[in-house]
């Protein structure tokens, strides 16, 4: 990832060497990234099957979600990601067909949580993003049933982790 500087134009890198792999300072098959208001920038790594978390000025991320985080939540192929204004991480699982959250307590699973992919109403087959509107529904890709499903939350749902 690059980025232009306001006074001198120059390009510098603000995530990943250049080179592929799935170390914290490098990317492999990064298909979405979100920007804090902090200017943290998150990128969903699908080759290191992990989400990765970029402070600013440092050039190796935490891993944040991933089968290397500090507390292990397996994913598979993460594409999309979205925080919340609540601060909550919410990532396109891509390869469980399922969307996942952060919480108090951990991750855990909100969208498709039935393991299994398919084309009911409660599945995904293959999503590949997400966005909310202004009243907290989540629009997610479902690209292999070739729709977009909105999913309301319950107001509580997500609260207890």
Partial sequence: ?????????MITNVA???????????????YSIFVDLMLN?????????SVLLFQPGQSSGIIVAGIRAAVSFQLH???GIVL?????LFI??????????????GFRCVVGCSDTSGS?????????????????????TDQKNHRVQKFVLATNSCADG
């Fill in 1 to 9: 990832m690059i980025t232009l500087g306001n006074s001198t134009n």
């Fill in 16 to 30: 990943g060497d250049g080179s592929s792999g799935t170390t914290r300072n490098k990317l492999l098959y990064h």
């Fill in 41 to 49: 920038l998150y990128v969903a790594d699908c080759g290191s099957n």
């Fill in 77 to 79: 192929c993460p594409t």
């Fill in 84 to 88: 919340d204004a609540d601060g909550y």
């Fill in 92 to 105: 396109v699982d891509s390869g469980n067909n399922r969307i996942v959250r952060s919480g108090p307590n």
């Fill in 120 to 140: 009911a109403s409660n599945q995904l087959n293959s999503p590949f993003a997400l966005s909310f509107d202004s009243y907290g529904n989540i629009f997610v």
